[in-house]
């Protein structure tokens, strides 16, 4: 076992953060924590340890954001969005062109399920008006 860096995370159960060790073993990348109420947990955090090395050199710090989108109130992981403790900038947006699957991935961050209904647009033509009021809002 190669430990890579400590960080922090919380429990999947009670969300209490935890900290957390990620370490290289068998060509894999691990991620470890340990709940005093819940147990330890150990999970996969990257399939191939070469492919994390290289997603590693294109990682940077970045300085904050000019205009945050939330408050602090209780800190990281609590405030739920772009808030000033974010030291970068959006690094993936999603935009859903459907929402239709079997909405019980455990590991969705575009948390389809949340809509309560089916989005589905017949044509991809149909869905621009989406993607456009997207672009030009103050969120884009």
Known sequence: MQVIKETKTICPECLKVLDATIFEEDNKVYIEKECTEH???????????????????????GTGLDNPRTETKLGCPYDCGICPEHKSHTGLAI??????????????????????????????????????????????
Not at 40 to 58: H, N, P, V
Not at 103 to 119: D, I, R, S
């Open 95 to 140: 935009i859903d062109i459907t929402n239709r699957c079997n909405l019980t991935c455990p590991v969705c961050f575009a948390n389809a399920a949340a809509a309560g209904y089916v989005y589905e647009p017949t044509s991809f033509c149909e869905g621009l008006p989406r993607i456009r009021r997207s672009r030009s809002s103050e969120w884009a």
């Open 39 to 61: 147990g330890k947990y150990r999970e996969i955090y990257w399939s191939d340890y070469e492919q994390y090395q290289r997603a590693e050199t294109l990682r940077a710090e």
